[in-house]
């Protein structure tokens, strides 16, 4: 399995954040070989300081369905969903991985 993990860094404002991301969860949610979509909300850790406070992973079944789903219409709709926003994402770079 594939996954598009977007993480929201601790201090972010989640209230901007949270304004735009239905616009984006719908074209995200039209990626071509979505398996799955969910999200982790950290609010505790266990050692350290919280650097991440969301996490949201979008799923596929391999590398060549992630792939063809960021190069689809709906891929470059979500990729370019944000711009305009008011919340910018320093240092963002979404990087597929296998798990």
Not at 57 to 75: C, H, M
Request: avoid cysteine; hydrophobic fraction near 35%; aromatic fraction near 12%.
């Amino acid at each position: 399995m594939y996954q598009l993990i977007i993480l929201l860094p601790a201090g972010l404002d989640l209230q901007s954040f949270d304004e735009g991301w239905p616009q984006f969860l719908e074209i995200a949610e039209q990626l071509p070989g979505l398996i799955r979509e969910s999200i982790t909300r950290f609010d505790q850790v266990i050692y350290g300081s919280e650097t991440i406070q969301r996490m949201y992973t979008f799923s596929f079944q391999d590398k060549k369905s992630l792939e063809s789903a960021l190069i689809s219409e709906a891929g470059q709709k979500a990729g370019n969903s944000n711009r305009g926003s008011s919340v910018r994402y320093p240092g963002a770079n979404p990087v597929p991985f296998s798990i």
